[in-house]
């Protein structure tokens, strides 16, 4: 028996007083990839709010989860490590930097360190 738990989706939405009021969703549209080399990528290194350990950041990527999530799946293949994709960014363990750059340029990205 599951639970109508539909109301925890409702952001800012108290009370209405209209009878035959529908609440409208927010859809998380998605926008559609854009070719590699129409990509601005920012590679830059991150250890706030981490215990002081270092990650690379890949930010910038426009386009869908799925494609991102198979951009950080070849990154942490390629550089040996370990990482996850979190609100649109793919964060790799360690200090991988330049060696993240030269990739996604030979994938034909425009990639940018930053930092």
């Given at each position: 028996m599951a639970k109508n738990n539909d109301?925890?989706?409702?952001?800012?939405?108290?009370?209405?007083?209209?009878?035959?009021?529908?609440?409208?969703?927010?859809?998380?549209?998605?926008s559609k990839t854009v070719s590699p080399n129409q990509q601005n990528l920012k590679v830059l290194l991150d250890k706030s709010m981490r215990a002081g350990k270092q990650v690379t950041l890949v930010t910038g990527f426009v386009g869908t989860t799925s494609d991102?999530?198979?951009?950080?799946?070849?990154?942490?293949?390629?550089?040996?490590?370990?990482?996850?994709?979190?609100?649109?960014?793919?964060?790799?363990?360690?200090?991988?930097r330049d060696k993240i750059v030269q990739l996604l340029l030979r994938e034909g990205y425009k990639a940018k360190r930053v930092g």
């Open positions: 109301w925890k989706k409702r952001d800012g939405v108290v009370y209405s007083t209209e009878p035959d009021f529908e609440f409208a969703y927010r859809r998380d549209d998605e991102l999530e198979q951009l950080g799946k070849l990154l942490k293949s390629k550089c040996g490590v370990g990482g996850s994709v979190k609100s649109g960014e793919v964060i790799i363990q360690g200090d991988h």
